[in-house]
């Protein structure tokens, strides 16, 4: 099956009054820092250098874009599946620190289980769906074990909840902005609007097997 992904986590006491628990996910020699606010919070900073290019093993990176001074973030991957499973399977039920919309360019419908929120839904998802994770809302994803050869195409664009509350106060927007989850549902607008932002030296997506 080739290269597996080796997970080790650790956590340690932090000098905030706060008393948070600072975790250490260990992939592949790579660490990926987690905040564990309390027994049953951990925040996952998804735009973090450390978190995109490590989470499967090999890296699946192909692509980092940054706009609005780094406010607003893609990533473009590509993976085998089982790589993409062994990493899911490696990161527990977190809390996103940003607002994350995963884009799923998968040119066969893929089979995932999701748990958004305190919900559980199993999907079977298609090129043009998104899901929609919003900051602070419980998320935790497992892939199907079908096909483990098959290589898959993905996006998540990242939005700092600062960017985006700035933006809604210029609109006129005041106050808290409940953001809903959203499970993994066709959004052709959207998916057209990624296809101007993406580079396109990048020949980017290489076809799936």
Not at 70 to 79: D, I, P, S, T, Y
Not at 142 to 159: A, E, T
């Amino acid at each position: 099956m080739g290269d597996c992904l080796h997970a080790q986590h650790s956590c340690s006491q932090t000098v905030k009054p706060s008393s948070e628990l600072v975790c250490t996910f260990y992939l592949d020699g790579t660490s990926v820092l987690l905040i564990k606010d309390t027994i049953s919070k951990m925040t996952l900073d998804y735009g973090s250098a450390a978190f995109a290019p490590y989470l499967v093993a090999p890296p699946s990176l192909l692509s980092r874009i940054g706009l609005r001074s780094g406010q607003v973030q893609l990533f473009n991957f590509q993976a085998r599946l089982f790589d993409l499973r062994q990493g899911a399977d490696a990161v527990p039920s977190h809390h996103p620190k940003q607002h994350v919309v995963c884009l799923h360019h998968f040119q066969r419908p893929m089979k995932l289980e999701r748990n958004l929120d305190g919900r559980n839904r199993r999907e079977t998802s298609a090129n043009g769906d998104i899901a929609f994770l919003p900051a602070e809302a419980p998320t935790r994803l497992r892939l199907g074990k079908d096909d483990p050869d098959r290589i898959v195409s993905y996006s998540y664009l990242i939005f700092e909840p600062s960017y985006l509350a700035e933006l809604a106060l210029s609109n006129g927007i005041g106050g808290p902005i409940d953001f809903v989850p959203t499970f993994a549902t066709p959004d052709p607008l959207l998916h057209s609007a990624f296809r101007t932002i993406r580079l396109p030296q990048e020949g980017w997506p290489v076809a799936e097997s």
